[in-house]
């Protein structure tokens, strides 16, 4: 049914073809219009590379840094709720994809497997991502998990204070596990491979949450505390509070306006992530990549700049480098591979990815990533083609 894979959009298509409904329009969609979900990818197809010919392209070396690790490429897989909904245990085999390959694996807090359970099935440091929840101990207790099983920096998300109008979800009525509605076994009954998967899996809820927080014990309480948790009052001093109890690395995701990057590279934190939640929340915020090179001039070297949203390929890897950031982070990309192939996919998707990037870097007389910047785009006067 479906030829080689080439590309990420392959791997796509495969995934829409396996996981249920629910779960891959859950990944696969925005908020309201999806008008910023569909803007992240455009907003990367307008701007151009400079290609340059009769350069020593060899020995082209794509491997650089974030926050002081060592990674194979400018790439980190973000964090996404509910991957274990994508794949059975789809957070442990992503996260062995990532150290395989040598990049950060990000754990949702809204992830399937546990903060415990993913650090049991790898042997090297992940990061953790925190939601700040209103209930301060079990955030806390969240932080000191993290802490305990080995995680290597905390990525704290600033852009779900509220949740985004997600409509896909709200008709999918999605949950995890799905509940066993007439529109859901129909459409699970078209799913067989998937469901044989599921039967064997280890983790089928929230395991971050169901045990750990007061009063949360089944699907019906998780849902009565979830929206009642995410937290409106999370504001700049909360980082303060938030830095003292983990002590290590941090970043800040969620930034998608100059005057917060400036903010934040006040907050003594080690790197932002600009960000609009992949469109997922204000739909008709701008682009990220859009926004990227104001925010990297805004604050200079103050702090590491990341970037995600929208990336689906090497190509997007290297625009995004070369207007600033150090690093990237891929979420549906990854999510595509693992729905699609389980931990082969995630491999799959990350050597697409390297492969691209590497060979874009090759075409742009380019042989180390960290020498790749704005002189490797082609310009109209002030702007970048397609952004002005």
């Known amino acids: 049914m479906f030829g080689p894979v080439t590309n990420i ?24 219009t999806e008008g910023t979900y569909r803007r992240n990818s455009e907003a990367f197809d307008e701007i151009k590379i400079r290609q340059r010919v009769a ?13 002081g690790r060592d990674v194979a490429m400018p790439v980190a897989l973000a964090p996404v709720g509910i991957t274990g909904m994508q794949s059975a245990d789809g957070e442990i085999k992503a996260a062995r994809a990532a150290e395989k390959f040598g990049i950060p694996f990000t754990l949702s807090t809204m992830s399937i497997c546990s903060i415990e359970a993913v650090a049991a099935a ?30 290597d920096a905390l990525v704290l998300t600033l852009d779900l204070q509220v949740l985004g109008q997600r409509h896909q979800d709200i008709r999918n009525g999605l949950t995890a596990p799905p509940k066993p509605t007439i529109k859901s076994i129909l459409n699970l009954a078209t799913k067989p491979m998937w469901c044989l998967e599921m039967l064997g899996a280890k983790n089928k809820t929230f395991g971050n949450i169901v045990g750990h927080a007061p009063g949360v014990t089944s699907m019906n309480s998780l849902s009565e505390w979830t929206h009642a948790q995410f937290d409106p009052g999370l504001n700049w001093e909360s980082i303060e509070w938030i830095k003292s109890k983990w002590g290590g690395k941090l970043i800040l995701k969620g930034i998608n306006d100059v005057e917060d990057a400036k903010i934040a590279a006040k907050t003594g934190a080690d790197a932002i992530v600009v960000s609009n939640h992949g469109g997922r929340q ?9 926004v990227l090179a ?30 600033g950031a150090k690093s990237t982070y891929i979420g549906r990309a990854f999510i595509y591979g693992l729905g699609a192939a389980g931990e082969k996919g995630v491999t799959q998707a990350l050597d697409i ?27 109209k006067g002030n702007s970048w083609v397609g952004m002005g």
């Not at 959009?9 to 309201?32: C, I, N, T």
């Not at 350069?55 to 926050?67: E, F, P």
């Not at 990815?353 to 082609?378: K, P, Q, S, Y």
């Open 9 to 32: 959009e392959d791997l796509r298509k495969r995934a829409k073809f396996r996981v249920p409904k629910m779960f891959y329009d859950y990944a696969d969609s925005g908020s309201w």
């Open 294 to 323: 104001d925010i990297v001039d805004a604050v200079g070297d103050k702090i590491e700049v990341h970037m995600d949203s929208g990336i689906r390929s090497g190509q997007d890897v290297f625009k995004a480098i070369a207007l």
């Open 55 to 67: 350069v020593d392209i060899d020995n082209r070396s794509v491997k650089t840094q974030m926050v």
């Open 353 to 379: 990815i390297h492969n691209e990037l590497d060979r874009t870097m090759g075409f742009a007389g380019e042989i180390d990533i960290n020498n790749v910047g704005r002189h490797n785009l082609l310009q």
């Open 122 to 151: 790898t042997t090297k440091p992940f990061w953790f991502q925190l939601y700040v929840q209103r209930d301060r101990g079990f955030t806390e207790g969240l932080i000191a998990r993290a802490k305990a099983a080995g995680c």
């Open 282 to 290: 204000l739909d008709g915020a701008a682009a990220s990549i859009e």
